[in-house]
């Protein structure tokens, strides 16, 4: 068996190294929390500079993934503007490259917390979604079985190279996957954190994001040397 596939409610999924979710069965790829406009909302409250360039990084990769897997359906789960504003300001450029994506394929935007009113996208806009054994939303709801959500960001801090980073993961157990952020320059939420105890089971996996999908306890002491390996 693969070890870089979770096994949801009978379905098959692969964690991406992207941090997008593939569903090989169904032809399907998962996303959350592109978070497009994320640096102008930063500058424009006041709360720092980030470089300007996170949506064209976010839609490139998002486009690379996109042409790799030639998936049929394509679920963004919430958050995939940072707010109305952001929106406005960056809404041309995304719905240029958009549009090549989205043709002739079924393109499904999830609502998420941080979304705007409703913005004209190519796809259809939903509260959740439904497909087979799974659902799909933006948060994660307490007691929910087959369930891929996003919201979290999650990430795992790990011994690289000499120095801890911060690296954005996957999280897992039986009964969901929250997937980590896809946007550039989005933050998260330690593993670690009170929040996720009361969504995971004790033994929860972390998939961590990179140039490979590395797996780990979420309750590990996460240890990696400069090869990548576990030590």
């Not at 991406?16 to 978070?35: I, K, M, T, Y």
């Not at 929860?204 to 040397?225: D, F, K, M, V």
Request: net charge neutral; aromatic share 6%.
């Amino acid at each position: 068996m693969n070890k870089m596939q979770i096994n949801l409610a009978g379905a098959t999924l692969t964690p991406l190294p992207s941090g997008a979710l593939w569903w090989a069965d169904e032809a399907l790829l998962a996303l959350s929390d592109l978070h497009f406009g994320k640096s102008e909302r930063m500058a424009r409250r006041g709360h720092g500079l980030l470089p300007p360039y996170e949506t064209r990084d976010t839609l490139d990769r998002l486009e690379a993934v996109v042409r790799e897997m030639s998936p049929r359906t394509v679920l963004s789960l919430g958050d995939c503007f940072d707010d109305m504003a952001a929106a406005d300001a960056v809404l041309d450029a995304v719905l240029e490259r958009l549009r090549g994506m989205t043709a002739g394929r079924r393109w499904i935007w999830i609502a998420g917390n941080h979304d705007p009113g409703p913005v004209e996208l190519p796809g259809s806009n939903l509260a959740e979604h439904r497909q087979g054994p799974l659902i799909f939303r933006h948060i994660a709801q307490h007691g929910a079985k087959g369930e891929v959500s996003g919201h979290y960001h999650p990430k795992m801090r790990i011994w690289l190279s000499g120095s801890h980073i911060s690296r954005p993961c996957f999280l897992s157990d039986r009964d969901r996957v929250i997937l980590p952020a896809f946007g550039t320059y989005t933050g998260g939420l330690d593993v670690t954190s009170e929040v996720f105890d009361p969504l995971m089971q004790p033994d929860a996996a972390a998939w961590l994001t990179g140039s490979r999908i590395t797996p780990l306890p979420r309750n590990a002491e996460a240890l990696i040397g400069a090869s990548g390996e576990r030590r």
